[in-house]
T-cell receptor, first 114, second 116 residues
Framework: KQEVTQIPAALSVPEGENLVLNCSFT??????LQWFRQDPGKGLTSLLL?????REQTSGRLNASLDKSSGRSTLYIAASQPGDSATYLC?????????????FGTGTRLKVLA | GAGVSQSPSNKVTEKGKDVELRCDPI?????LYWYRQSLGQGLEFLIY????????KSGLPSDRFSAERTGGSVSTLTIQRTQQEDSAVYLC??????????????FGSGTQLSVL
């Protein structure tokens, strides 16, 4: 059974720091991995999607890497800003009985202090 | 529409009552998912609709939960005889096609359900 773990559960950093969020999964037979951001009282917003054949994806100050064989992904946020404060979730995507299923981690709550 | 729309945004109900939660996916999106997010927990898969195929109901926690999708667009999640443990945020998501792994998943803002 696929399990997705995110460490740390919460993180508080001063503005301007570079930081790394971790996501690990137990079954490497995944199609893709997607990182999301969730603001309080809101739904999830997609940040980056990494194909299983890729090793990383970049969007602005965000860089996501994927090491499928070791079951790990990291989300790197450069020069953090207070507006980055949110919960970050990773989801692994795999095919089961013809359906693309998403298994989510429990998230990392990030607070960037001004 | 421009995004996934869910209504109501908040619902307070009494234990034992039935509730209906609505999801209007992005226009043209054929795949639709319902998830539940309890306080401090991850997202729990409930049900998945793909095109005109039979839905994947494997995540529904009990027979009090049901969902339908009319005309391949709007979906309604119904919870009968609500219990306090049903209190959670119910999130709907859609993606353009059901058989392409590169498609991103888009979420609505959710319905916060509180059962008193």
């Amino acid at each position: 059974k696929q399990e997705v773990t995110q460490i740390p559960a919460a993180l508080s950093v001063p503005e301007g720091e570079n930081l790394v969020l971790n996501c690990s999964f137990t079954d490497s037979a995944i199609y893709n991995l997607q990182w999301f951001r969730q603001d309080p009282g809101k739904g999830l917003t997609s940040l980056l999607l990494i194909q299983s054949s890729q090793r990383e994806q970049t969007s602005g100050r965000l860089n996501a890497s994927l090491d499928k064989s070791s079951g790990r992904s990291t989300l790197y946020i450069a020069a953090s800003q207070p507006g980055d404060s949110a919960t970050y979730l990773c989801a692994v995507i795999f095919l089961s009985s013809g359906t693309y299923k998403y298994i989510f981690g429990t998230g990392t709550r990030l607070k960037v202090l001004a | 529409g421009a995004g996934v729309s869910q209504s109501p945004s908040n619902k307070v109900t009494e234990k034992g009552k039935d509730v209906e939660l609505r999801c209007d996916p992005i226009s043209g999106h054929t795949a639709l998912y319902w998830y539940r997010q309890s306080l401090g927990q991850g997202l729990e898969f409930l049900i998945y609709f793909q095109g005109n195929s039979a839905p994947d109901k494997s995540g529904l926690p009990s027979d009090r939960f049901s969902a339908e999708r009319t005309g391949g667009s709007v979906s309604t999640l119904t919870i009968q005889r609500t219990q306090q443990e049903d209190s959670a945020v119910y999130l709907c998501a859609s993606r353009q096609t059901y058989n392409a792994p590169l498609e991103k998943l888009f979420f609505g803002s959710g319905t916060q359900l509180s059962v008193l």
